[in-house]
């Protein structure tokens, strides 16, 4: 499997051409829009095996985005006791 870049006005004038290839030889298209890479043109069996691949990560996919969160969920301790007992210690008016 390899990846091609094409620009977006080259995808549209040979798109039967390029779906045809991906289909056969598992070709992946990345679509650029000044060499930008903006989307991905690719056999609907990878787009597939993608998306199984995907369901199978569930909740391991974002492990490690939650990091740090045990800062997160003291501070959030904190201000929960600083509002029950009447906030900050201070007097604001608007």
């Not at 094409?6 to 990345?30: C, G, N, P, W, Y």
């Not at 000044?34 to 597939?48: G, H, M, T, Y």
């Not at 740090?68 to 900050?88: H, K, N, P, Q």
């Amino acid at each position: 499997m390899s990846t091609t870049a094409i620009s977006v006005a080259d995808a549209k004038s040979r798109i039967s051409e390029l779906i045809a290839k991906s289909q056969h030889t598992h070709t992946r298209f990345m679509i650029t829009r000044r060499n930008k890479p903006v989307a991905a043109l690719v056999s609907l069996e990878d787009l597939q095996r993608l998306e199984q691949y995907e369901e199978r990560q569930g909740l391991a996919a974002i492990a490690g985005t939650w990091e740090g969160f045990d800062e997160v969920e003291s501070g959030i301790g904190d201000i929960a006791t600083l509002r029950s007992s009447g906030g900050m210690g201070r007097d604001v008016s608007l």
